[in-house]
């Protein structure tokens, strides 16, 4: 009979009531949506949280005078996945007040061309009770509504660079293969660099693979020597694989982009968050926190949003 009655009560709780409760707001706690599992960046812990992310998160809370609190929601990404689609849906669930690693391009704020979009999974979601099995499992929330969000000073800037086989020689850029064979991925920043930037002659040395996060696996069993990968991206797979004999070139391509947090417009906290930023720049503190988790960083360099990479400015730039 208990179960029954719990049962009962569960299912009539509203979804609209679930997203009022998500609002709800505390201005002594600063909450975070994070990736459950992003490699340097981010990962949820038995002790709390690890990644540059997450301690940029904790630095910033610090600053604002609050108290940090991490969502932690499920980053494997598939098909069906849109990482800023689902960043509108976040926060204009209320599921946190901001998202860190947002890119600051005039296409990724304002409002979006969709009023609805999907909620990715999240530790701590609402849940109910199954009629079927009677035991609790998670109620997908689904397409909520979105409002307009704007975009943080930025605290990094993306790089893309090149690995090599260690043993072999360090690579100058992707003009300099000396007949090795360039892994790269299809589709991708870093693999239009490749192909742009390779010479003529050396193009039958270019591998073409599947973007994702078992690209540099695929590197190493395969057995190549060169690859051309975003330089965050090699940062996590040496976090993962300690025992890799790939390593990091010195050479970066000029083309980046500053990367801030994402936070709704409405929010009255931008201009401290900004400033916290700004503090935590100038003391070099995002400098050391990557140096602590093992991120290769660059410091933000634009004061204005990309309008976005075009092929024409890959094309000269080196």
Same mark, same amino acid.
């Given at each position: 009979?208990?179960?029954?009655?719990?049962?009962?009560?569960?299912?009539?709780?509203? #979804?609209?009531?679930?997203?009022?409760?998500?609002?709800?707001?505390?201005?002594?706690?600063?909450?975070?949506?994070?990736?459950?599992?992003?490699?340097?960046?981010?990962?949820?812990?038995?002790?709390?949280?690890?990644?540059?992310?997450?301690?940029?998160? @904790?630095?910033?809370?610090?600053?604002?005078?609050?108290?940090?609190?991490?969502?932690?929601?499920?980053?494997?990404?598939?098909?069906?996945?849109?990482? +800023?689609? *689902?960043?509108?849906?976040?926060?204009?669930?209320?599921?946190?007040?901001?998202?860190?690693?947002?890119?600051?391009?005039?296409?990724?704020?304002?409002?979006?061309?969709?009023?609805?979009?999907?909620?990715?999974?999240?530790?701590?979601?609402?849940?109910?009770?199954? +009629?079927? $099995? /009677?035991? +609790?499992?998670?109620r997908l929330v689904g397409y909520v509504d979105v409002s307009p969000i704007d975009v943080s000073d930025g605290y990094m800037r993306t790089q893309v660079g090149?690995?090599?086989?260690?043993?072999?020689?360090?690579?100058?850029?992707?003009?300099? +293969?000396?007949?090795?064979?360039?892994?790269? @991925?299809?589709? $991708?920043?870093?693999?239009?660099?490749?192909?742009?930037?390779?010479?003529?002659? *050396?193009?039958?040395?270019?591998?073409?693979?599947?973007?994702?996060?078992?690209?540099?696996?695929?590197?190493?069993?395969?057995?190549?020597?060169?690859?051309?990968?975003?330089?965050?991206?090699?940062?996590?797979?040496?976090?993962?694989?300690?025992?890799? @004999?790939?390593?990091?070139?010195?050479?970066?391509?000029?083309? /980046?982009?500053?990367?801030?947090?994402?936070?709704?417009?409405?929010? #009255?906290?931008?201009?401290?968050?900004?400033?916290?930023?700004?503090?935590?720049?100038?003391?070099?503190?995002?400098?050391?926190?990557?140096? *602590?988790?093992?991120?290769?960083?660059?410091?933000?360099?634009?004061? *204005?949003?990309?309008? /976005?990479?075009?092929?024409?400015?890959?094309?000269?730039?080196?």
């Open positions: 009979m208990l179960r029954e009655i719990t049962a009962a009560a569960l299912l009539m709780v509203s #979804p609209l009531w679930v997203a009022a409760s998500s609002a709800e707001t505390n201005d002594d706690v600063l909450r975070a949506c994070l990736p459950r599992n992003a490699g340097v960046l981010a990962g949820r812990r038995l002790t709390g949280g690890s990644g540059f992310d997450f301690r940029v998160a @904790q630095e910033i809370a610090t600053s604002m005078g609050k108290t940090l609190e991490p969502v932690w929601y499920e980053n494997e990404l598939d098909e069906e996945s849109n990482p +800023l689609s *689902e960043t509108y849906a976040m926060l204009g669930f209320g599921l946190c007040d901001i998202v860190p690693g947002h890119p600051r391009l005039v296409s990724a704020v304002g409002v979006p061309d969709y009023e609805r979009a999907v909620l990715p999974r999240w530790l701590g979601m609402p849940r109910e009770m199954s +009629l079927e $099995t /009677g035991m +609790l499992s998670q090149m690995v090599y086989r260690e043993g072999t020689p360090e690579p100058t850029g992707p003009s300099d +293969l000396a007949g090795r064979r360039l892994a790269l @991925q299809e589709n $991708t920043l870093s693999g239009t660099i490749a192909m742009l930037r390779t010479k003529p002659g *050396e193009r039958g040395n270019l591998v073409t693979m599947s973007p994702g996060t078992e690209f540099l696996w695929n590197v190493e069993k395969e057995g190549l020597d060169l690859a051309m990968v975003d330089v965050l991206a090699f940062d996590s797979y040496l976090k993962a694989n300690p025992f890799t @004999q790939l390593r990091l070139a010195d050479w970066r391509h000029s083309i /980046g982009l500053d990367i801030g947090i994402a936070v709704l417009s409405e929010n #009255p906290d931008l201009p401290q968050l900004n400033e916290a930023i700004s503090e935590l720049l100038a003391l070099g503190r995002f400098v050391e926190l990557a140096q *602590e988790v093992g991120l290769t960083y660059l410091a933000p360099q634009d004061t *204005e949003l990309s309008k /976005g990479i075009t092929m024409q400015m890959l094309m000269v730039a080196e």
